[in-house]
């Protein structure tokens, strides 16, 4: 992954960052659950879904808000202010566009090559958590 050309993450849409970056921040999850514990796949299946969903990620995109750079921040809202064509079923409206702002934020730094940011940002994440 290290290797991999950059690619100008400017050039795609809200929503197509958001589906890369929703793919980023699940294997980060499941990363940290495997690596806290060998436990059965549905204990982790399950734990990742208490993190992976709307007003989890609603909760840590508030929380990451203030130590963003403003171009992750304008990346954020640029996420967070699309329009998706579907609504959420579990979740309130507000919950589902601050979590396609997260998404949209990890999507635009792995397709930047941001890997350190990457990894700095879900440090923190795994911080507040904890808390």
């Known amino acids: 992954m290290e290797n991999e050309a950059r ?8 929503l197509t960052l958001a589906f890369i970056g ?8 499941r990363d940290m659950l495997v690596r806290e514990a060998n436990r059965p796949v549905g204990e982790l299946n399950r734990r990742k879904v208490q993190l992976v969903n709307c007003k989890s990620q609603a909760k840590t995109a508030a929380a ?10 304008s990346v954020y809202k640029r996420g967070r202010n699309a329009a998706p064509k579907c609504t959420p079923k579990n979740a309130s409206v507000a919950d589902y566009h601050s979590a396609t702002g997260l998404e ?8 930047s ?4 940011r990457i990894e700095e940002l879900f440090s923190i994440i795994v911080g507040q958590a904890e808390k």
Do not use: M
Not at 7 to 14: E, F, G, H, L, R
Not at 113 to 116: D, H, I, L, N, S
């Open 64 to 73: 990451l808000l203030p130590v963003l750079t403003e171009r992750e921040q």
């Open 22 to 29: 929703d793919g980023v921040y699940d294997l980060l999850v």
């Open 104 to 111: 949209a934020l990890f999507g635009y730094l792995y397709l």
């Open 113 to 116: 090559g941001e890997r350190q």
């Open 7 to 14: 690619t100008n993450a400017d050039a795609y849409s809200p």
